[in-house]
């Protein structure tokens, strides 16, 4: 099995992540982070 990853090339600022985390909400933020997955029954 191979994985491999590619760095968000515009990930959020620092301050705006401080924003975020101090009151994250449920289904209003969302991650830089993301997983594909191909699969065959």
């Known amino acids: 099995m191979d994985i491999s990853t590619t760095a968000n090339p515009n ?16 289904g209003t933020n969302f991650t830089d982070h993301m997983v594909t997955v191909e699969w065959t029954p």
């Open 11 to 26: 990930p959020v600022d620092d301050a705006r992540l401080a924003e975020i985390l101090a009151n994250p909400g449920f």
